[in-house]
């Protein structure tokens, strides 16, 4: 784990205004991956108490009852990590186990489906369109990526910091969230504008 990607993010917070608001949207966030980090458990396990949030994605729905079973009872793991360390808990790609866990929901590009419970609601975009999608979609938090080179994405233009900043300064102006990801290291985070960014989601940095 990135111990300094950690102290960047208690100093991120420490800078935020204390509201409603903030305080639902922690600063660092873990993201699961299908083939880099199937399982988030052990790794979140080790976040830091009340500074977290984990984004659980999966790419494809679950099909016939006994993965749907697997994969509750995998989420509900996951649930009681997050409860115990204090972590908010999002679930992108599926539905039924966000319905299931009572977990908040993240939408990708700005798309997702009709909400009908309260829920924390967070997005994924990577340009003004997806942005603007995402803010009209009731989104509190967006994560705007790749900001710098990242394994997930090896094909995808890159941002880097400027870029980013510009892009992310559209959506604080209609009071949205706007968090980095994509190859977020503790040393890379510092280069991003502290009055326009909110906090980075990571899978390497935080395993």
Avoid at 90 to 117: K, M, P, Y
């Amino acid at each position: 784990m990135d111990e300094k990607l950690i102290a960047w993010a208690r100093q991120v917070k420490s800078r935020q205004r204390v509201s409603a608001a903030s305080a639902e949207v922690p600063v660092l966030w873990l993201f699961s991956d299908p083939v880099r980090l199937p399982d988030p458990r052990p790794a979140a396990s080790r976040l830091p108490r009340g500074l977290c949030g984990v984004v659980l994605r999966h790419d494809r729905p679950a099909c016939g009852a006994a993965e749907r079973a697997k994969r509750l009872e995998a989420g509900r793991k996951l649930a009681s990590v997050c409860r115990d360390r204090r972590l908010a808990l999002q679930v992108a790609g599926d539905r039924w186990l966000a319905q299931a866990l009572g977990a908040g929901i993240h939408f990708r590009r700005g798309r997702g489906w009709r909400v009908t419970r309260p829920a924390l609601l967070t997005s994924s975009a990577h340009d003004c369109a997806e942005l603007r999608r995402a803010w009209r979609a009731g989104a509190a938090a967006v994560f705007l990526s790749p900001c710098f080179p990242t394994a997930s994405h090896p094909e995808v233009r890159v941002l880097r910091p400027l870029r980013w900043s510009a892009v992310a300064r559209q959506a604080g102006a209609h009071g949205v969230k706007v968090l980095a990801l994509g190859g977020i290291t503790g040393v890379r985070a510092r280069a991003l504008p502290r009055d326009v960014c909110a906090g980075a989601g990571s899978i390497e940095s935080l395993k």
